[in-house]
């Protein structure tokens, strides 16, 4: 599992990258705009966007089925839910606060009903909303899915039409959602929530099947599923089937993003190797994801006034706001039991000293 947990710890790195690359996109269009900008940041945006919400909650599933067959206590989806739920309240209401203040960009509603009834606070992360509402529903597609005999017989050939329909599903639910659901509502991003609900689905039916989803993460079976989206994207594209036929060309284009996410999890599930380094990097990934954007929005406040090129600014940016996150987990969410309780949702009484770690509760 050691890959599994350096590629959900990259991916919420990423997001440093990720967000601190929205505010040097030409077009502008996020919560803040920088003097200076440049079309590459709109390739990395759009690169990154493509797989890593797909790569987070496949493994999401993943790790709650693994932890679901670990701890078949009734009360083991609560304990999740809860190790999610404070982190998301508290910074939510104080670091977003400050964020969405310091938004320039960006119009939110001063009726502070308003304000929580539509989401507002909750930024970023509407990623852990979402999950809270897979976590909350996780043991009724576990019992489902326990009760499917088939999945005995499953080969790696099999999971090609897999990711097919699953994004098929993806596509049809972001459809429904335009037409009945608002956008946000309280914890609940609705499009996202119904998008990524199969793929989410997906992790935990490759963990009934780990033999299948092990062999996905070889380095010849991640050849043979990417390339297969590949080439299906590339005749797609020459069909103009986005022309003739959306939905078909979307689901086309959602089956390529999971091949990617796929990919790229076997690419570090190689790579990882088990150290202490990997174990807190591991630990600290959720500090960093938590306060990472309100940290980019600060800093970059901070240094308008400078009027630096974007080639400057950009990885300063990046930089600080990594090592910032890093040391902050470090020296308060790692060694403050209040802190760890309110960062990461760990038992204030299980969190003393200097070398008591917490596990980032995002996936596991």
Known sequence: MYGLDLARAVLMLVGVVYHGALLFKTGGGWRIEAESTHQVFNAITDGIHL????????????????????????????????????????????????????SNAWQFDTNIASYVINGQWLGPLWFVGNLIAYYALSPIFLMVIDKLAFLNRTRLWMLGPVLFATAGAMVVAVSLCGKYFPEMFVILHFKNLLMYLPVFVLGLLL???????????????????????????????????????????ETIQQYFALAVALAVIAM????????????????????????????????????????????????????????????????????????????????LAGNSGSKQLTTAPVTS
């Open 51 to 102: 797989f890593r919400m797909h790569a987070f909650y496949l493994l999401s599933g993943f790790f709650v089925a693994l932890v679901a067959a670990k701890d078949t206590s009734k009360t083991s989806a609560w304990k999740r839910i809860s190790r999610l739920a404070i982190p998301m309240l508290f910074v939510g209401f104080t670091a977003n606060t400050l964020m969405n203040q310091l």
């Open 207 to 249: 963990h009934r099947v780990m033999d299948v989803f092990t062999a996905a993460l070889t380095l010849r079976g991640s050849l043979v599923i990417f390339a297969s989206a590949l080439g299906m994207r590339l005749v797609a594209s020459s069909l103009h089937f986005y022309d003739i036929h959306y939905v078909l060309g």
């Open 268 to 347: 570090f599930n190689q790579l990882a190797k088990p150290a202490p380094v990997l174990k807190y990097f591991v630990d600290a990934s959720y500090t960093l994801y938590l306060i990472h954007m309100p940290v980019i929005v600060v800093l970059h406040s901070l240094l308008a006034s400078t009027h630096l090129h974007w080639s400057i600014e950009y990885p300063v940016i990046v930089g600080l706001t990594s090592g910032i996150c890093l040391l902050f987990h470090h020296h308060v969410v790692a060694r403050i039991p209040l802190a760890g309780f309110l960062l990461n949702g760990t038992k």
